[in-house]
């Protein structure tokens, strides 16, 4: 009789993991149970789907339901709400169009994903109160913003989401206003970094940082927005992007160890603490390789690693994730923006004798039009550690460039490797020194003794 | 009394080291000679001063002569032809306006360049035949082509210079014809990856592969191209691309040992055989960190390091150069192309039992306008130890991508390692599996095993 395998979600993580397990035994019986009626979605297009950058939704999915089902001979059921896991029966309990019902398994994947973190405030389930992270509430946002009911929003929440839906919500001619309950937008950047990104956002909607949200207050007009040391604004639509927190309360329940932030303890092959029980995604704490802790980094690469990695070992093959750098990057209107391994700020925190380095570079050759500044912030040791690094440019001119670091982080390269890269040159593309390698001929150890 | 470094050449090496010696020794007394009369010129950027896409030849240098003279006192003369060195007294004689002249040098850094290898055919020195080298040489073709005397031309090498040329001519109205001895365009590519290549370059230009330069005869009406095994063409003006030679004379025949190619061996800190002598840019061989043997690549991003680091220890520093990877980008049209460590052809000749891997992935999430296709090539050992990687895309979609494999290359990392970076993902910039990763999973050997 065939072996079963269950995956709690149809996320990324979780459809990665039921594709994987496929390859790796095609007898395997694969069934996910998919709490919602939408699989495999890139939730990280929302934001492009409310500016119409992506006119249909459905763009947004890797594949669609019947794709899984009768190419892949998946059993993606949709509408099965997991309530409970009993580990010592290998069981899940779930509430099905059906009512209730039990499936028995020998492998599990947890894949449920990570859900909004909203402010316990007054008002916050006010139907015009949305969170960008389903797929139904952003189709019901983009309704009303496609009907013109939209003219004035409040978002709440200055990180990476947050100001892409700024950018999305002011791209469609709403009037928005951001709210942060931090002194700077995007915490995760170090100052210098986040002061460029901050007067680009100025440029295009009001921010209102270092204050809170007090409390929503449906009124005729709209939303009144009732904020700690900030006068009220009055919304017609409120969008929370205050993070997220893990979903990790059902392998957590059964009694999965958890680590920072709650998020699931996984090993390298994205074993829980229980047995047969794996775990991918958004609800679980990955190995951070440049401080070797556990880090919550919910973001959509480490999803399908992870998810590809728990899907092949539970199937019986043979995977590991080595862990994550640390990252990201987002376009902020015309800005791009990234950051790889730690900031200075995570640096110093996590007890490293780390200081920066920046430097600003040009993205082509200075003669070649479009060529234009590249900042570079590196953090790094005295000895020429390297840590992390930060960039801001415009255009295209970051997010592939910022790659250097993260893969010099995975690598264990120093501050002077950097220098000596043969990195790609070509007017139209490049300077002769790349922007990461000015910065580094500034921070590298031997140059500091020679001068 | 203060030491004395002589420079021999004023390009991107000569002045690179001339700048390097000042910093670690602002006493020292530091002659660059330059045979011509200008100096610090970017040549990658000639095709683009041709294409009127630069509109000024002095937007190409780094720096204006008197910036090097007077801001950091560096004696910089033109039209200083060295002739002879005399490594036993430490002399170096040369042509200069007021007859012979000699210098003594404490150090002596060779940065003499390469100069273009010339078919030897009747008509080569014809006045409206062109190598694209020299500022004054690409003057006079811009002049030509800004008096609309240029309708048609013939460029003979279709290698990178021989294709950036080509679109230059096209893109100001000329009708062009490439001809290339071998049977294909960019033979430093694979045949996947330089097919790609040549179709783009036939939606422009007329391409005949597999055709000599036989001889060049003035007519009243151009010049007749005569080829072999294809018609002649008439042309107003021929651009000679064939590649390049190193100017290694004055230092072989002073007794320098040279290496393929006929360059000058140096070692990591760029000293030649001769005591005192160091030498740096197009006229060396450096280490290829992939082989672990010399190479010639005379490339802008090498001339630059490796004149830092001549003029580092010549002044008394300390410098290494680890080599290259073989690193190379080029626009062609609408495509851009880029390679770095080996091809498989070349792998395959060093040796190495070398695969090729090819996969197509996309430059940004498939919804998100201008997503287009990235076409990666992996060459590794069937165990998974990476040699090197091709790319080609549209536009900026590939230049900065190709660093990701160099950085892999200089550090080592295997195939299995590529698919487990973290890189930058965000639907603008890039998709959530990077185009290399998904050459690496169907390369590495895990995959291979489980399937």
């Known amino acids: 009789m065939a072996k079963r395998l269950v995956i709690v979600g149809g996320g990324a993580a979780g459809m990665s993991a039921a594709s994987a397990a496929r390859r790796v035994d095609p007898d395997l019986d694969v069934v996910v149970l998919e709490a919602g009626s939408h699989a495999a979605y890139g939730l990280c297009g929302l934001p492009y789907f409310l500016a119409n950058v992506v006119p249909e939704i459905d763009s947004l999915r890797a594949y669609p339901p019947e794709y899984f089902r009768e190419a892949r ?19 899940v309990h779930f509430q099905s169009g059906d009512g209730l019902d039990v499936l028995t398994y020998d492998k599990l994947v947890l894949a449920c994903g990570a859900t909004p973190a909203l402010p316990p405030v007054p008002g916050i389930d006010d139907d015009h109160v949305f969170t960008i992270r389903r797929v139904d509430e952003s189709s019901r946002l983009r309704a009303l913003l496609d009907a013109g009911h939209v003219g004035r929003a409040t978002v709440v929440g200055a990180g990476y989401i947050g100001l892409e839906i700024a950018e999305a919500l002011s791209s469609r001619g709403v009037e928005v206003t951001v709210v942060e309950a931090l002194p700077r937008v995007m915490s995760n950047l170090d100052d210098v970094i ?14 209102r940082l270092g204050t809170r949200l007090r409390a929503l207050t449906r009124q005729e007009t709209g939303i009144d927005v009732d ?11 409120v969008v929370i992007a205050t993070g997220v927190r893990p979903g990790s309360a059902l392998g957590a329940t059964a009694g999965a160890a958890t680590g920072p932030h709650g998020a699931l303890m996984v090993d390298a092959s994205m074993r829980t603490s ?34 590809r990695v728990a899907g092949t070992v539970a199937a019986g093959g043979a995977a590991y994730f080595p862990g994550v750098v640390g990252t990201a990057v987002v376009k902020v209107f015309e800005l791009s923006v990234g950051r790889t391994g730690l900031t200075l700020d995570e640096a110093l925190a996590e007890g490293f004798d780390a200081h920066a380095t920046d430097a600003v570079g040009r993205s082509r050759a200075k003669y070649y039009p479009r060529s234009a500044a590249v900042h570079v912030r590196l953090v790094h040791t005295v000895d020429g550690h390297l840590l992390g690094g930060q960039m801001v440019g415009t255009g295209d001119d970051v997010a592939k460039r910022i790659d250097v670091l993260a893969v010099s982080l995975h690598a264990g390269l120093g501050v002077s490797d950097l220098a000596d890269l043969d990195l790609s040159y070509a007017p139209p593309f490049a300077p002769v020194y790349e922007p990461v390698q000015l910065a580094a001929f500034a921070a590298r150890p031997s140059v500091r003794s020679a001068s």
Request: proline share 8%.
């Open 194 to 207: 986040a002061e460029r990104v901050e007067a680009e956002v100025r440029r295009h909607v009001e921010v």
């Open 227 to 237: 904020l700690d040391g900030s006068t009220p604004v009055v919304a017609d639509v």
């Open 274 to 307: 229980i047995p047969n029980v794996y775990a991918a995604g958004d609800c679980v704490n990955v190995n951070h390789i440049v401080t070797g802790r556990p880090t919550f980094v919910p973001l959509g690469p480490a999803a399908n690693k992870t998810g």
């Open 73 to 91: 001979g998946i059993d993606l059921r949709f509408e099965a709400d997991v309530l409970r896991l009993d580990p010592a029966r290998q069981e």
